[in-house]
């Protein structure tokens, strides 16, 4: 009588690690990293194919180890701060700046207009339990940066798909166009042509879906200089249609008053020339 052969299993191939993601906050109010979370179903997604090795927002890992991705939001703005983003760095193949605050300083980098000193005594009751650095800078001043994401907060559908795309080993795609495009395609009036209103939309990057536009609102710029904004000319332009000096340095110095092209456009109106 013949035997059957024995079944022999194939020998089961190690499961390939997940690339390690990590989410680090410095000086900001959060937002950002809620966006994060705010992708709820997407964020699921993610989590199947990263390993969320750091992300203090939404676990408890400690930091150790190596990344593959990090994700930094805020600004730095003490020693504590210029060590830990060098230390990120070190640790991760892949760093990219969230929002404002990481790119450019954000709302805290209005503070390098003044004196640091007289703020704090100001804010603070007891100043000397405060330890900053001279100014705020972005993470872009002390170490290398793969990728700027802008906006305050970011957008968590560009998020998801900044992701996407590192993940595959592709580099990322960030439109740069100016805001008043995304309002023609969406077919919104022009508050700045029909109503004369102070808007920033010719000057900003797009990403926000034109969310104020689509209410009736001006842009605030919250999304940073376009590419090649000519926001000189556009200060210029809101001068004409009676917008105040005052009125035209504040919406340059919100939330990206760092940014080059803006920090111009907001000095031509208080007599600096840069």
């Not at 830990?84 to 709302?107: E, K, P, Q």
């Not at 005594?121 to 170490?143: C, G, K, M, N, W």
């Not at 031509?268 to 840069?274: L, Q």
Request: proline share 7%.
């Amino acid at each position: 009588m013949i035997q059957p052969l024995p079944i022999i299993a194939e020998p089961s191939k190690p499961r390939k690690p997940r690339p390690r993601l990590g989410v680090f906050k410095f000086a900001s109010c959060d937002g950002c990293q809620l966006s994060l979370l705010d992708c709820e179903d997407q964020l699921l997604d993610v989590a199947e194919k990263v390993e969320i090795a750091f992300f203090r927002e939404a676990t408890r890992r400690p930091l150790e180890g190596t990344f593959d991705v990090a994700l930094v939001e805020g600004s730095i703005s003490n020693s504590e701060q210029e060590a830990a983003i060098r230390d990120v760095r070190a640790r991760s193949r892949f760093l990219v700046c969230l929002g404002a605050c990481a790119s450019h300083g954000g709302i805290q980098a209005l503070r390098n207009q003044s004196k640091s000193e007289e703020l704090i005594r100001i804010v603070y009751a007891d100043p000397s339990t405060i330890e900053l650095l001279d100014q705020s800078h972005p993470a872009s001043a002390y170490v290398p940066v793969d990728l700027e994401l802008p906006g305050c907060p970011i957008n968590k559908d560009q998020l998801i798909e900044v992701l996407a795309w590192t993940l595959a080993g592709a580099r990322p795609m960030i439109h740069r166009h100016a805001l008043c495009l995304e309002c023609k395609r969406r077919g919104l009036v022009c508050v700045l042509v029909a109503r004369g209103e102070p808007c920033l939309g010719p000057a900003t990057s797009t990403g926000c879906g034109a969310i104020c536009m689509s209410y009736d609102r001006p842009c605030f710029g919250c999304y940073g200089p376009a590419e090649k904004p000519n926001a000189s000319a556009l200060a210029a332009r809101l001068a004409e249609l009676g917008a105040a000096p005052d009125a035209i340095r504040r919406l340059f110095q919100t939330f990206y008053a760092t940014a080059p092209d803006f920090q111009k456009a907001s000095r031509i109106h208080d007599g600096t020339r840069v």
